[in-house]
């Protein structure tokens, strides 16, 4: 496929290559008003509470879908440290799932009440097409990096130099916005573009739809978050 050539050629990998030609949406995604809003300081505490009452929502949905990623890890891949990098990350939901579930006692948010709306469950439905066996490993990874990358990307937007994120906030933006979770990413990266370069054209094309859904749909979530304030 000419675009895998020419990812060789700029020695960037497939994942990169993507990003490149998708910036517009890629950027959507990373630098959406919500998340600059929390860099500028002018975040609505309303749109805040409802990203993390959805967000505890479509977390417990992830889980499925990061343990589908790991099966196929354990059967596609030749390399064990691709399953140890994964594992890590399952492992790393369950202290997600409680540190939402504080985070929302703080906010006064009562979790047992919420109801997940359209973009969420579209998501999640989303994660679940994801978790069918038939889905090949190339292309779950591909996913699994992105939804991850997504959050990193944007929260360490909210951490970076000159931003004014409210102390409050401080706490959420460094869960996926700190080092070692940036080199999570790069890892689950690496991974990807390694089985991207062995992929057959339908594989490619497949694993790239599914980057784009991604990042469709995290635009949508960020969206339904300030839309509901
Ligand atoms: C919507 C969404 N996207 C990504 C993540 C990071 N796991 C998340 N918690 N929520």
Redesign the pocket.
Same mark, same amino acid.
């Given at each position: 496929m000419e675009e895998k050539l020419k990812a060789e050629e700029k020695k960037i990998g497939m994942t990169e290559a993507w990003l490149r030609k998708h910036r517009l949406l890629h950027t959507g995604a990373t630098r959406h008003p919500f998340i600059l809003s929390i860099r500028d300081g002018t975040v609505d505490i309303a749109a805040f509470k409802t990203w993390l009452a959805q967000?505890y929502l %479509? @977390?417990r949905a %992830?889980v499925p879908f990061a343990a589908s990623v790991l099966i196929k890890a354990y059967k596609e891949s030749d390399d064990n440290t691709d399953m140890e990098v994964i594992l890590g990350g399952v492992a790393a939901l369950k202290d997600e799932i409680s540190w939402f579930k504080n985070e929302a006692n703080k906010w006064g948010i009562s979790l047992s009440n919420v109801v997940p709306q359209k973009p969420n469950k579209n =998501?999640c439905g989303l994660l679940d097409s994801l978790t069918r066996p038939e889905v090949e490993y190339s292309v779950a990874i591909t996913a699994f990096w992105a939804? /991850?990358a @997504? =959050?990193q990307e944007s929260f360490a937007h909210c951490l970076g130099e000159g931003s004014q994120t409210p102390q409050e906030l401080k706490e959420t933006c460094e869960r996926?916005g700190n080092e070692g979770f940036g080199r999570y990413c790069q890892s689950l990266q690496n991974i990807a573009n390694l089985h991207l370069q062995k992929a057959s054209d339908d594989e490619l094309k497949n694993a790239e739809v599914a980057l784009l859904s991604v990042l469709e749909h /995290?635009v949508e %979530?960020w969206n339904m978050s300030c839309a509901s304030v």
């Open positions: 967000d %479509f @977390v %992830f =998501y939804i /991850e @997504v =959050y996926w /995290e %979530f």
